[in-house]
């Protein structure tokens, strides 16, 4: 069975930084784009950034450019976002998503909360 | 305001059928069959429940159908169950915001 185990989440202070671990399991790793979606209390799903299976091509929302970094380690079945710069808006609950194809996010983490607050 | 544009509630009682619409344009909806839906229960990680425009993953109940005509996509429960009281949102691969805004969908 395919697992996405999120950690990294937290209270962070405006202009801090955070970086967000997801553990995958149960699928090989290396054959799959992976994304982190994120979530604002109460609002409606936000993709964030998607990396190639060979970590060769990224991309990002506007909002995020030149503040989070996403990369993988697959040796260690490991996807991360460093997230910098951080501002009040960036609170929501980040997800670990598989995609299978064509921005398709056939499975998803429990997701981590980030919270960034004075 | 997001590119895919959901209508925010639908509502049936059990039994019936209800669609959820999802308007894009032809720059995504209408340029690729990468349509997908997704369902989230309350304080739950979304799940996708059709992808391709009208495919559904292993363990997808059949009561759930997808479709697409121009630029808008079509989600379709029908026999509706309580249990399919959740939040649904579509994406499309080529948009320039990924996702709708979403549908609450409410089981009367």
């Known amino acids: 069975e395919v697992y996405l185990v999120e950690s990294g989440g937290g209270l962070v202070q405006p202009g801090g930084s955070l970086r967000l671990s997801c553990a995958a399991s149960g699928f090989t790793f290396s054959t799959y784009w992976m994304d982190w979606v994120r979530q604002a209390p109460g609002k409606g799903l936000e993709w964030v950034a998607s990396?190639?299976?060979?970590?060769?091509?990224?991309d990002y929302v506007d909002s995020v450019k030149g503040r989070f970094t996403i990369f993988r380690d697959n040796a260690q079945n490991s996807l991360y976002l460093q997230m910098n710069s951080l501002r009040v808006e960036d609170t929501a609950v980040y997800y670990c998503v598989r995609d299978r194809a064509y921005a398709t996010f056939d499975c998803w983490g429990q997701g981590t909360l980030v919270t960034v607050s004075s | 305001q997001s590119a895919l544009t959901q209508p925010p509630s639908a509502s049936g009682s059990p039994g019936q059928s209800v669609t959820i619409s999802c308007t894009g344009t032809?720059?995504?909806?209408?340029?690729?069959?990468?349509v997908s839906w997704y369902q989230q229960h309350p304080g739950k990680a979304p799940k996708l429940m059709i992808y391709?425009?009208?495919k559904r993953p292993s363990g997808v109940p059949d009561r759930f159908s997808g479709s697409k005509s121009g630029n808008t996509a079509s989600l379709t429960v029908s026999g509706l169950q309580a249990e399919d009281e959740a939040d649904y949102y579509c994406s499309s691969y080529g948009g320039a915001e990924l996702f709708g805004g979403g549908t609450k969908l409410t089981v009367l």
């Open positions: 391709e425009v009208n």
């Open positions: 990396i190639k299976k060979d970590g060769s091509q990224k």
């Open positions: 032809s720059s995504d909806i209408g340029a690729y069959n990468y």
